[in-house]
């Protein structure tokens, strides 16, 4: 019997560090909801560091998260290195890309989560743009912390999928 509580204390343990969590934070809300029929530029943000070291492709896979989210909710969506920040409003085609959209990566950290109990982190924050009036419509942060039992297969990169999804499907519902 005391091995069987053993066993089922030990898959408990298991099930709850296997969740990753979220936060979400809205810094402004977005007034009107956006319209599927217009277009959307994402940029690539800077790479994201943590302490000393630079994640190398880590703007080019949030900027790939960012496009697939909305993808899902928009007719034509597409991701651009040729501008940073706001300097892209300046440059953007507004018949073809109403909303400008820049992710910008805050925090990212790869632990070796498995053997070190210490979680991969990422906190991502997107604004949005309306690109006719280059006026800020939507702002909202969100983070990320590994679940504890990852077996080595989490990366902070397995963060962005499901809050940025669901921060985007929240812009158009």
């Excluded at 501008?83 to 018949?95: F, H, P, W, Y």
């Excluded at 053997?115 to 006026?135: C, F, M, R, V």
Aim: proline content about 3%; overall charge neutral.
């Amino acid at each position: 019997m005391s091995r069987n509580i053993l066993l089922m204390g030990a898959a408990l343990l298991a099930l709850g560090g296997c969740s990753s969590s979220y936060q979400h934070s809205e810094l402004q809300k977005l007034e009107m909801k956006l319209d599927r029929n217009v277009g959307v530029l994402i940029s690539t943000p800077e790479n994201g560091w943590y302490s000393d070291r630079e994640y190398s492709n880590s703007g080019r896979m949030t900027a790939n998260a960012v496009r697939n989210a909305f993808s899902k909710n928009a007719r034509k969506v597409a991701v651009t290195n040729k501008c940073k920040a706001e300097s892209c409003l300046d440059t953007i085609d507004v018949n073809t890309y109403g909303y400008y959209v820049q992710p910008i990566i805050l925090h990212w950290e790869d632990r070796a989560t498995e053997w070190s109990g210490k979680p991969d982190k990422l906190e991502i924050q997107i604004i949005t743009y309306d690109a006719k009036t280059k006026k800020e419509i939507g702002n909202s942060t969100y983070s990320g912390k590994s679940k504890w039992a990852s077996f080595g297969g989490d990366h902070p990169q397995d963060l962005l999928e499901a809050p940025t999804n669901t921060y985007v499907e929240s812009l158009y519902k």
